[in-house]
Nanobody, 122 residues
């Protein structure tokens, strides 16, 4: 059984940072591309950051996250990370890690964890 457990969310002020973590089990983490996706209240699910399998040498970011967000992985710990810097109010959402490389066609069908809430408020 695929299990993804996110943590690290919280309430922060604009400009502050958070690091999200996702511990994975039940599948071959090393050989799996991974994604972070998010959903804000009343909005559709959107992908935030993607990382390739194995060494994670290929990454991709939502335009609004470029230069602020960093996705990484520690295969020795089966853990995925998302560093969120200079957070803005519009980053407020439930953040999920997901198995596989998110695309517009598979976004809604990805296996996700229970999520961790990020709230940015002044």
């Amino acid at each position: 059984e695929v299990v993804l457990v996110e943590s690290g969310g919280g309430l922060v002020q604009p400009g502050e940072s958070l690091t999200l973590s996702c511990v994975a089990s039940g599948f071959h983490f090393l050989g799996s591309a991974m994604s972070w996706v998010r959903q804000a209240p009343g909005k559709e699910l959107e992908w935030v950051a993607l990382i390739s399998s194995h060494a994670g040498s290929v990454t991709n970011y939502l335009d609004s996250g470029k230069g602020r967000f960093t996705i990484s992985r520690d295969n020795t710990k089966n853990t995925l990370y998302l560093q969120l810097n200079n957070l803005q109010i519009e980053d407020t959402a439930m953040y999920y890690c997901a198995r596989d490389w998110a695309t517009p066609s598979n976004l809604g069908r990805l296996t996700r964890g229970q999520g961790t809430q990020v709230t940015v408020s002044s």
